[in-house]
C-alpha cells in the first residue's frame, strides 16, 4: 500500500504548514543532524495513533506541539495528515484515497479524524489491524526501538511477528467469537433456569388460563348486552336530543322575542336616562339659582335691617331737629326783635352821621378858608421878608 503524501502542521520541529509527498522510488530521508528527520517518522507513529509519548522522543503530550524559538512563537496546536492510495482496497473501506488525521491541542484535547470525518482512536487501529503498518507494527522502527525490539522477552516478540504476519486480527477475532460463545452459553444456561421456574409456574398458569377462557366467554355475552343496553339508550338519548332540539327552537324564538323587548326597553331606559339627565341639570340649575335668590334675599334682608336702622336715625335727627327749629325760631324771633332795635339804633346812627357829616363839612369849609387865609398871610411875610433883606 502506497503512502502517498503527508502534511504536518505545529509538529514538533514543523512550525509552518508542510507537505512532504512520497513519490515512487523514494527510499530514504537525508539531512544533517538534528534537522528534523526523526520528527517525521515520529510524526508518523504518531498519526497511526501512538499512545505512548516516550516512543515519539518526548516527556509529555505538549512535546510534540512546536515549542517555539527564539524568533518565533510556539504553537497552539499540532496537527498531521497522512494520505494513502487504497486504490487495491488494501484498508476495509470504499475510498480509493483514505487520509488519517490527528490532532492535538495544548490543553491536551486531542482529534481524529478518517476523511476529514471525526472518529475514534479506536477506529483508526482497527482500520490499520494486519496491514502491517499498525501501531506497534514493524513498518516504523525508530532508532532507539532497533536495540529495544532485540532485547525484548520472546513473548512481545511474537506479538510483534504476529501483527507483521498479519494473523493478530484473526486472533482477536477468534477471542471475540470465543467471548461471546461464553456469553451465549451464559445466557442459555439462564434460559434453562427460567424455564425451570416457568414450568413450576404453568400449572397454576393452565387453571388462570381455563378462567380466563370462562371469564372471556361471560365477557362477550356481557359485551353483548352491553350493546343492546347502549343501543337503547342511544335510542332514549336521540329521542331526548330531538325534544331537546324542539325545546331550543323554542327557546331561541323566545330568546329573539326577549331580545327584541330587551332592546326596546333598552331604547326607552336611554330615552329616560336622557330626560332624567336633562330634569337633573334643569334641577341643579334651579339649585343655583334658588341659592343666587336666596343670597339676594339675605343681602336685601341686610339692607332692609341697615335702612331701618338709618330711618331710626333719621327720625332721631328729624326730632332733633324740629327740636332745634323750635328753638331756631325763639332764636330768629328774639334775632328780629334784636333787628328792630338795630335798624331804629341804625336810624338814629345814620342821622348822627349825617350831622357829623354836615359839621364835617362845615369843619373843612372853615379850614380851607383858614388854609387860604394862612397862604395869604406866608406871602404877605414872604414879601415883608424880602423888603428887610433889601433895606439891610
Ligand atoms: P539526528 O540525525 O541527530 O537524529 P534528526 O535530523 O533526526 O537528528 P530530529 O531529532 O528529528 O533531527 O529533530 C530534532 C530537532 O527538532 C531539534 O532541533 C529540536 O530542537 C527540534 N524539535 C523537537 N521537538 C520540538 C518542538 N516541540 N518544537 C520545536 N522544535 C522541536
Given at each position: ?10 509538529f ?62 510556539p ?64 513498518a ?13 522477552k520472546p ?29 451465549t ?19 397454576p ?56 323587548q ?65 328753638e ?51 406871602a404877605?411875610?414872604?414879601?415883608v ?8
Open positions: 500500500m502506497q503512502v502517498l503524501k503527508m502534511e504536518l502542521q505545529g514538533k520541529s514543523f512550525a509552518d504548514r508542510t507537505t512532504l509527498t512520497f513519490a515512487h522510488g523514494i527510499t530514504a530521508i537525508v539531512g544533517p543532524n538534528g534537522s528534523g528527520k526523526s520528527n517525521i517518522s515520529d510524526a508518523v507513529r504518531w498519526v497511526m495513533g501512538e499512545q505512548n509519548v516516550r516512543h515519539l522522543r518526548g516527556q509529555k503530550s505538549e512535546d510534540i506541539i512546536f515549542a517555539g524559538t527564539e524568533k518565533r512563537r504553537q497552539g496546536a499540532a496537527e498531521v495528515s497522512l494520505y494513502f492510495d487504497n486504490s487495491q482496497h488494501e484498508l476495509d473501506v470504499d475510498f480509493t484515497e483514505v487520509v488519517i488525521t490527528r490532532r492535538i491541542f495544548r490543553s491536551g484535547e486531542s482529534e481524529f479524524f478518517i476523511n476529514k470525518r471525526p472518529c475514534r482512536l479506536k477506529d483508526i487501529h482497527l482500520l490499520f489491524a494486519d496491514t502491517g503498518i499498525g501501531q506497534d507494527s514493524m516504523v522502527i525508530s532508532q532507539n526501538r532497533v536495540d529495544a525490539i532485540l532485547n525484548s513473548e512481545e516478540r511474537r506479538l510483534i511477528f504476529e501483527e507483521a504476519a498479519g494473523i493478530s486480527r484473526y486472533k482477536s477475532r477468534k477471542q471475540e467469537g470465543l467471548r461471546k460463545i461464553a456469553e452459553e451464559h445466557n442459555l444456561e439462564r434460559i434453562h433456569d427460567m424455564m425451570g421456574v416457568l414450568e413450576e409456574q404453568l400449572v398458569l393452565k387453571a388462570q388460563a381455563e378462567r380466563l377462557t370462562a371469564f372471556r366467554a361471560l365477557d362477550s355475552e356481557r359485551i353483548s348486552y352491553a350493546g343492546t343496553l347502549a343501543l337503547q339508550e342511544l335510542r332514549n338519548a336521540e329521542r331526548l336530543l330531538s325534544k331537546a332540539e324542539n325545546n331550543r327552537i323554542a327557546a331561541t324564538g323566545e330568546y329573539r322575542a326577549l331580545s327584541r330587551t332592546e326596546a326597553t333598552e331604547a326607552a331606559k336611554k330615552e329616560l336616562l336622557a330626560v332624567m339627565e336633562q330634569e337633573s341639570a334643569d334641577l341643579r340649575r334651579l339649585d343655583e339659582e334658588t341659592l343666587t335668590v336666596h343670597n339676594e334675599l339675605d343681602s336685601m334682608k341686610s339692607r332692609q335691617e341697615a335702612f331701618v336702622t338709618r330711618q331710626e336715625e333719621l327720625l332721631r335727627s328729624h326730632v332733633q331737629l324740629q327740636e332745634e327749629e323750635a331756631t325760631k325763639k332764636k330768629q324771633a328774639h334775632i328780629q326783635a334784636q333787628q328792630g332795635q338795630s335798624v331804629h339804633d341804625l336810624a338814629q346812627r345814620q342821622a348822627a352821621c349825617e350831622a357829623a357829616r354836615q359839621g364835617f363839612n362845615l369843619t373843612q369849609s372853615v379850614l380851607a378858608k383858614a388854609e387860604e387865609k394862612v397862604s395869604r398871610m406866608q404877605a411875610l414872604s414879601q421878608q424880602a423888603e428887610n433883606t433889601e433895606k439891610a
